[in-house]
């Protein structure tokens, strides 16, 4: 019997916008799910993150930087995916419970900027390879056109949204081609370096240390928080949402990282482009790096943008919505080049990993995973606060995000001297504070002060409601 190749009959399914996923509507499972954060773990931008970790590292303190970062982040991006599940409601409507209707617009347009940021990245990087390539082959580079082929081809994804895109598309080859890709660019690498003499000396010490080093790793999956929930919420049973984002992303993470660590120094981080396309099949191979590996995250990130966007605006069209966001995506990624983004990576992981821990403390210990749905919808409900703000969860919020910059290396410089300053004139120390606690790392600490902190005010706020509620019963009855 012959083998046929269909294209995949993608058509636009329900648009769900921001209302609860009905659970017969809930259609990916565990290797839908896998496949899904695979496919978005897979990135270039990987590969320059393992490169940041070497050479004041060794090979072994570095792999294990990678394995450690990766574990948590990954954790923290399944525990996000799995209350998406549960609740079967995307990322900025969940943020409703702790920080308000209201208060989730903040988060709304900080995570509007992020996917509009991060999917331009995307576009710059997959745009970079493509031009290479068609300046090496076609003696052109039409770098303009690439950004707008592979941009129009996220934005025409983000508007089928995601059960299509998994199901018909990803699940049936783009996964397998991003894993083959995968394989070569790890086998390339192997054959023309082995293992870099480089990497064999003792660790040149200085930045990153070990926990720095873990930060900048976990700022990958991290990123991707703010998403999460948007795509889980399609997912079968919260057991396939968990178990599946994390493999999917935790093998991609490894992978990648560790391919930086190894080959990206001995070709310069600068070059990337170069040695891709250099140490591989040319033509289509090289085509296929950019892309498999970047295509994807333009697609998610516009999606989850129009998502977020709708929070805010609920009677916006999504499809219109991710047209837009789309092109603005693009017009940014025509205007920018290629830059370094460590930083970028640290910002983000201060925004979203405090408030991560959050939802997390609400979600898990306040409420105990019962989570009433319908209120997160009504300006009279639970949720509605005093004027659709929890002020109290903003307030620790930033603490949250102060207390990562403060720890981290100077995303935020005028507020870890201000802090600095402090503490030296508060405790008279002969050193600057946030420098020595740098080798804790920023996102453990920043996590765990928001997820204790709001675990105890929100105990106390519930507390404090039930109370209120069953007065207001009986002078009703």
């Known amino acids: 019997m012959a083998l046929a190749l269909r294209w995949p009959n993608l058509t636009a399914g329900p648009e769900w916008g921001i209302e609860p996923v009905p659970a017969e509507s809930r259609t990916l499972g565990t290797f839908d ?13 990987l590969l320059v993150t393992g490169s940041f970790l070497v050479p004041a590292m060794g090979l072994g303190q570095a792999l294990l930087a990678i394995l450690v970062g990766a574990l948590i982040g990954n954790v923290l991006l399944a525990l996000a995916a799995l209350i998406g599940a549960e609740t079967g409601v995307p990322a900025m409507v969940l943020y409703r419970a702790p920080l308000g209707i209201r208060g989730s617009y903040l988060a709304s347009v900080a995570t509007m900027v992020r996917n509009v940021a991060w999917g331009t990245l995307a576009l710059v990087l997959v745009s970079e390879v493509a031009t290479t390539l068609s300046e090496r082959g076609l003696g052109w580079g039409a770098r303009p056109v690439w950004v707008i082929v ?53 660790p040149a010490g200085g930045w990153p240390s070990f926990w720095q080093g873990v930060d900048l790793v976990i ?42 660590v190894l080959y ?53 069209s999504r499809r219109g919505l ?119 790392g920023a996102s453990i600490p920043a996590f765990l002060a928001t997820f204790v902190l709001y675990a105890a005010v929100g105990t106390w706020m519930n507390r404090r409601r039930k109370p209120a509620a069953v007065e207001r019963a009986g002078d009703a009855g």
């Not at 070569?184 to 054959?191: A, E, F, K, P, W």
């Not at 995250?297 to 943008?305: D, I």
């Not at 080049?337 to 306040?366: K, M, Q, R, T």
């Open 33 to 45: 799910n896998a496949v899904l954060w695979g496919n978005l773990g897979f990135s270039l931008l």
């Open 264 to 316: 990206l120094p001995a070709v310069n981080a600068e070059d990337l482009v170069g040695w891709l396309l250099g140490g591989m099949p040319i033509g289509l191979m090289a085509l296929l790096v950019a892309l498999m590996m970047e295509g994807d995250g333009a697609f998610a990130n516009v999606y989850s943008a129009s998502v977020s966007a709708q929070n805010v605006a609920p009677q916006a």
């Open 322 to 440: 991710a047209v837009t966001v789309g092109a603005i995506s693009i017009v940014l990624a025509l205007a920018v080049n290629l830059l370094h983004y460590e930083n970028v990576l640290l910002l983000i992981g201060s925004l979203f990993v405090p408030l991560f821990g959050i939802l997390a403390a609400d979600y898990f210990l306040v409420r105990r995973r019962r989570l009433d749905i319908a209120a997160l919808y009504r300006s009279d409900g639970g949720f509605w606060y005093r004027g659709g703000v929890n002020v109290a969860a903003l307030a620790i919020w930033l603490a949250g995000f102060l207390l990562y910059n403060w720890i981290s290396p100077g995303t935020v410089e005028w507020w870890v001297n201000a802090m600095d300053a402090l503490f030296a004139g508060l405790l008279r120390l002969p050193f600057p504070l946030g420098s020595e606690l740098t080798w804790l």
């Open 219 to 260: 700022a990958l999956p991290v990123a991707w928080l703010p998403l999460a929930a948007d795509y889980s919420r399609f997912a079968k049973a919260p057991r396939s949402a968990f178990v599946g984002t994390f493999t999917g992303s935790f093998i991609a993470t490894v992978w990648f990282c560790a391919l930086g």
């Open 150 to 202: 592979f941009g129009g081809l996220g934005t025409a994804m983000a508007v089928l949204g995601p059960i299509d895109v998994v199901r018909k598309w990803f699940r049936r080859f783009w996964f397998w081609l991003v894993l083959l890709v995968a394989a070569v660019v790890g086998l390339s690498g192997y054959m023309e370096f082995g293992i870099p003499a480089m990497l064999q000396r003792a």
